[in-house]
């Protein structure tokens, strides 16, 4: 089964964790060493934000990454 995330429904993961653990998208720019703009822009789902920055702010918030190679890759 292939998941595809688009940058909306991240964007939509962080803002409904980030309310959950009952912070303001000004705490979260804080405690992640990144701007207000950004969550604003990340949450919104805009696919231009920068990478490291996403990582940072999902480890921030505790939501882990899974990345998964294609089975194929190893085989030969």
Known sequence: ???KHT???IGSLIRQTRK???L???DLALTSGTGLRFIIDLEKGKSTCQFA?????L????ISLTLTPPSKIGKE
């Open 20 to 22: 959950s653990l009952n």
């Open 59 to 62: 480890h921030t918030l505790g």
């Open 7 to 9: 940058p909306e429904q």
């Open 1 to 3: 089964m292939i998941v």
């Open 24 to 26: 303001t998208q000004k």
């Open 53 to 57: 920055k996403v990582l940072t702010v």
